[in-house]
């Protein structure tokens, strides 16, 4: 079982549902679900959506399922600097970070083009943290 199979069953028998009542109620097929919790298939963006909306997840559990989902850990670049955030500003940053990685879904980027994307709207973020800081 992948992450993102581990977070969706742990999130749905938190609410106590079965696979075949998530599944109707995220309007997908039956089997759809199980696949996904046992890693058998990821399922797509939209598949997601429709579990996150069924499952009705607060904020901090949609970035963590929308993070298993693409496969990453939000400090990937290992910035020292994302340690250091308060909880606001780390929701924050995670928006901005989930928000580029959308971008990602294209297969067409080499992940040499898509870190150097990374690194740039890392350092946007935290160049635009400092400026309002200084207001």
């Given at each position: 079982?992948?992450?993102?199979?581990?977070?969706?069953?742990?999130?749905?028998?938190?609410?106590?549902?079965?696979?075949?009542?998530?599944?109707?109620?995220?309007?997908?097929?039956?089997?759809?679900?199980?696949?996904?919790?046992?890693?058998?298939?990821?399922?797509?963006?939209?598949?997601?959506?429709?579990?996150?909306?069924?499952?009705?997840?607060?904020?901090?559990?949609?970035?963590?399922?929308?993070?298993?989902?693409?496969?990453?850990?939000?400090?990937?670049?290992?910035?020292?600097?994302?340690?250091?955030?308060?909880?606001?500003?780390?929701?924050?940053?995670?928006?901005?970070?989930?928000e580029a990685y959308?971008?990602?879904?294209?297969?067409?980027?080499?992940?040499?083009?898509?870190?150097?994307?990374?690194?740039?709207?890392?350092?946007?973020?935290?160049?635009?943290?400092?400026?309002?800081?200084?207001?």
């Amino acid at each position: 079982m992948n992450n993102y199979g581990n977070l969706i069953k742990k999130f749905r028998e938190e609410r106590s549902l079965s696979q075949n009542e998530l599944a109707k109620k995220a309007e997908v097929g039956n089997g759809t679900i199980g696949d996904i919790e046992r890693g058998a298939r990821k399922g797509k963006i939209s598949t997601l959506d429709k579990i996150a909306k069924a499952l009705s997840l607060t904020e901090e559990e949609r970035i963590k399922l929308e993070n298993a989902f693409m496969g990453r850990d939000i400090n990937i670049l290992g910035d020292k600097r994302v340690e250091n955030l308060s909880k606001k500003e780390l929701s924050q940053y995670e928006k901005v970070i989930n928000e580029a990685y959308i971008f990602f879904n294209d297969k067409s980027s080499t992940e040499e083009e898509k870190q150097k994307l990374l690194m740039a709207i890392n350092e946007i973020f935290f160049m635009s943290k400092e400026i309002n800081r200084k207001k």
